[in-house]
């Protein structure tokens, strides 16, 4: 149990299994500073949810009756007023094809399923304060398998172009996974200078987040599977 002394973080549960629901919503309620605000069923129910009770953080399942996570996903990170809401993907197999669409469709992470209780709180407070989450274990292998065929020379050169040298340099070093600090370090740059860097790369390439970042990295091959 942690003490916080902020507002809790306000979690909406979106899956359609009530097992996983009720045991999500155990761990999350003996939290001090999470507070879990509503469940959904399906990805209808998660959007209707979503713009009731305006959470911090969806914890949002792939397969869903319906409506699944991915068109949720993308409804909720598209509508007006919801904007500040952080989408964390759930999935069960690590070898899940949807998971890179739902990152196209705004998701800010994924998580396995089978993630521990101190992993899956750690990323809900990564998520909420605006950091990108992608399970290392999995993240390099998915996001190529599903982007390395699709990349374009040429197109990804065009897309890039809007960016400095530097920029490029930190872009790749996103797509690895380096935190700012981590980026400032390899860079010789101050976290903030390299924060900004991120930052600007962000509003150039139209990415809402970190995640979004890496996903146009591998697509324009500036990082590769052996990178």
Known sequence: MNTASAAPIKVLLADDEKLVRSGFKLLLDVEDDITVVGEATNGAEAVECARATRPDVVLMDIRMPKVDGIQATAQITEM?????????????????????????????????????????????????????????????RLISQFTARRTAANAAEDRLAVLTAREREVLALVGRGLSNDEIGAELFLSPATARTHVSHAMAKLGARDRAQLVVIAYQTGLVTPDA
């Open 80 to 140: 007006r007023g919801l904007e500040s809401i952080r989408i964390l993907i759930l999935t069960t197999y690590d070898t899940d094809a949807y998971v890179f669409e739902a990152l196209q469709a705004g998701a800010s992470g994924f998580l396995l399923k089978d993630a521990g209780p101190a992993e899956l709180l750690h990323a809900i407070r990564v998520i909420a304060a605006g950091e990108a989450l992608l399970a290392p274990r999995i993240t390099r």
